[in-house]
Structure formats: C-alpha cells, structure tokens
C-alpha cells in the first residue's frame, strides 16, 4: 500500500473518530408518551399560608394568577401553639377561594384536644358548609418534648376519629414530622421509625403520608450556604422519595400518597446570601426539586411559605413583591396534566414531560449549573414535532416568553436558568 493511500485512510479514520466523538458527546432528551406515567397531581404547587404572615391584598391578583394550587393553614408551629378560631378560618377560605387553591386544614394537637379537634371540622363543613377536604393533625410531632412515636400514634388516631365523625369524608394527612433522612446513614435516619410506628397503627385510617424538609445549615452557626451546596441539596429527594415509598410499604403493606406539607432549602431566618430563600439561584434550586418531586409523582407539596415579612424570611412573596422563587409556578401552570416519562443524557439537566390539555407536548429542562447547554429532544426515539414557545426562568426573564432562534426541536438549557417548552401538536 502506498504512502499516500496510508495517509488517506488515517486522514478517514481521524474523521470517523471525530464523527463519533461529537455524537457521544450530543445530549439527548428523550421523552416516551405511551404509556402515560399518570396524572399529575393538582395539589403539587402549594404553600403554607397562616394569620401570621398574610398576604397583602394587593399581591392577591398575582397569587391568583400564579398557579399556586394548593394551600396549607396555618402554617408550621404556630398551628400546635393557637386555636383555630372562626375569625381564623372565614379569611382563610375566602382568600383560597380568592385565589382558586384547595385547602387544608392543620388542627391542634400539642396542647389540643379530639374535642376542640371536632369542633373546628364541625364549624368549618357542617355549620359553615365550606367543604374542606384535606386535614392534618399536628406539626413535626417528633419535636416535640418527651414524646415517643408510639404516643403520637395513638393521640393522632383520637384525633383521627373524633374528627371523622364529625364529616366522614375529610381526607386526612399525616404525620408532618420534621427533617426525613436525605440517606441511608443520616443522623436523622431514627425518623424512619416515627413512619413505621405510625403507619403501623394508623394505615387505617390517613390518606396521604406527609412529611417535612429543610436541608440547610447542617449545623447552627455554619458558613452562609454556596450555591453548590444549595444545589447538591436538590437531588437528596430522589432518595427521600424512593425511601419514604419503602418504609411506607414495609409497615402498612402497600403503597400510600406522598405529601410534603413544609419544604424550603433553610430552616433559619437568613436573606441576602448567593443562595439564601430570596435570592434568585434559589429559584432555580426550588425548579430542580419541584422536577424532581413530580418526576416521583408526589400526590401534594406545600412550600414554606406563601408570604413572611416582620422577622419571617421565608416567603415566596415579602411585604412589597414577589421573589424569584415565585416565578416556578407560573412555568408550571403551563405544564399539563398527564405525566410523561423523560430522560436526559446530561447529568446536569433535570427534565420532565408532560401532555396538556391542547394535545401538546410539554418539557421542563432545568440546569442548575454554570456552564450552558443544548440538547436534541426525541420523542419515543424520532425528531420531536417542532417548538411552538417557550418560557423561561432566568436572571433576565422571570417566567417569560422569550423568542425562538429556531422551532427545530433543539432544546437550550442556559446556565442557572429553568425553561418550559411547549411543542406543535400537528406534526405527527
């Protein structure tokens, strides 16, 4: 063989390597339609709201537009510290009502009574005929002092009776304890036995298992958290998730709905950090695992809060405005209904696909990272249809349109920045 042909077939084989490369190094977003995951469950775009950090009513209209769907009152410990008294409860419902929200109803336990228990069901769906359906008893129970997960199973269950007495249709969650382990080898992994405990004495008679988390700090007095341990935080909850369904199953023997009725990244009042509940990578952090938990088809999630100002500094909303982490809703308002399975081949990107109601595909892309990113959307295994809009989340647009370089279905994903696109339904 000549010299010259040696040279040609290296100079081919350089090309077919370099070929070869670039394919392997393409991300790919593939999204299978049939069959259907299921249905994604309206009470997945919640927040706690409660009398001591109301909304302001000239932030109403833009709540009410939100897509928030789901409301939990009042909200954290303050519900195991009051009584729920009717100047409570009227606002409350005409402000879900206002708002187009399902609510639910947290009723005292520490410090309560079956009784007075009763009583606030009784007033709110028999005297007043407001028809709420969701209740739970009690806040992080396993906070409280020398109180054993057996105690609280059996309280709970009187409360539970009472209650349904009263209207046997409520539909009860529960047991809201605080921090579930984020792995296997945790310090808060003895909390598994707090759901083992109770579901063991109480699969009878809950609907939706619930639990709360906030990640940060890890200890008091740590360092302001970095947007890369704000970040790592978010992919905890594919194991919490998984883990929760296992012990669930282990103790009552079958499956039950997942709630998160209290998540945030801190359980600390701090603002003005990279990565802090009002800053904007938060945003971002709360698409990531609001992804992740539809992903796991959670059945009900309840950011904490809905509104804080006058020393709460954990809200969605503060006394003036809405901050970034607000603008998720609106992206998933557009989502639709019918969940889809979708799978990136870029461990940076966390997707998901949906159906909505107009017959077009959806996909949510979020990159939480700081490097930029394209990939090729398929659509059980051919070129997806072309894209009609898109909406984005990102230091320059909070949930707004932007517009399309092309409609082919090449999908950008931006550092830091969460991105709903919305496909053509004629092309197939």
Not at 36 to 59: E, H, M, Q
Request: a negative charge; aromatic letters at 12%.
């Amino acid at each position: 063989m000549t010299v010259r042909r040696w040279l040609s077939l290296l100079c081919l084989l350089s090309l077919l390597l370099a070929f070869d490369a670039s394919q392997a190094d393409e991300t790919v977003i593939n999204v299978t339609t049939q069959p259907p995951l299921g249905t994604v469950s309206p009470y997945l775009f919640g927040a706690n709201y409660g009398p001591w950090a109301l909304l302001p009513v000239g932030l109403w209209d833009q709540a009410a537009e939100s897509g928030i769907t789901f409301l939990r009152f009042p909200g954290g410990a303050w519900g195991d510290q009051n009584d729920l008294q009717p100047y409570h409860i009227d606002p409350f419902i005409k402000f879900a009502r206002r708002i187009n929200a399902e609510p639910l109803i947290h009723v005292r336990l520490e410090g309560g009574t079956p009784e007075q228990a009763a009583q606030v069901v009784r007033y709110t769906n028999i005297e007043q005929k407001y028809g709420v359906r969701f209740w739970s008893i009690g806040n992080e129970p396993n906070l409280y002092k020398d109180y054993t997960p057996e105690q609280h199973a059996k309280d709970w269950r009187a409360f539970a009776l009472a209650m349904r007495e009263v209207d046997p249709s409520i539909v009860l969650v529960g047991p809201d304890i605080s921090q579930y382990p984020p792995r296997p080898n945790d310090y808060h992994a003895p909390l598994r036995n707090w759901i083992r405990v109770f579901m063991r004495e109480n699969a009878d008679l809950v609907n939706i298992v619930a639990i709360h988390r906030y990640p940060l700090p890890t200890q008091f007095n740590a360092p302001a958290t970095t947007i890369g341990q704000l970040r790592e935080t978010a992919k905890e909850w594919d194991f919490i998730i998984n883990d929760l369904r296992q012990v669930i199953r282990e103790a009552a023997g079958r499956d039950f709905p997942i709630g998160v009725l209290e998540i945030s990244s801190h359980w600390s009042k701090t603002l003005g950090g990279q990565a802090t509940p009002d800053s904007f990578f938060h945003a971002i952090w709360w698409a990531d695992v609001l992804t992740r938990l539809v992903n796991h088809q959670v059945n009900m999630v309840a950011y904490f809060m809905l509104a804080s100002y006058g020393g709460t500094d954990f809200g969605l909303f503060d006394r003036y405005k809405a901050r970034p982490t607000f603008y998720v809703y609106p992206l998933y308002k557009r989502f639709g209904k019918t969940l889809l399975r979708a799978e990136s081949s870029h461990a940076n990107l966390t997707v998901a696909a949906a159906q909505n109601e107009a017959g077009q595909l959806t996909v949510m892309v979020v990159n939480p990272y700081e490097e930029d990113l394209t990939a090729q959307l398929k659509v059980d295994g051919a070129s997806a249809c072309p894209i009609k809009e898109a909406w984005r989340l990102d230091e320059q647009h909070m949930a707004e349109a932007i517009a399309l370089e092309s409609n082919e279905p090449v999908l950008t994903a931006p550092a830091y920045s969460a991105t709903l696109y919305v496909l053509e339904s004629s092309c197939r």
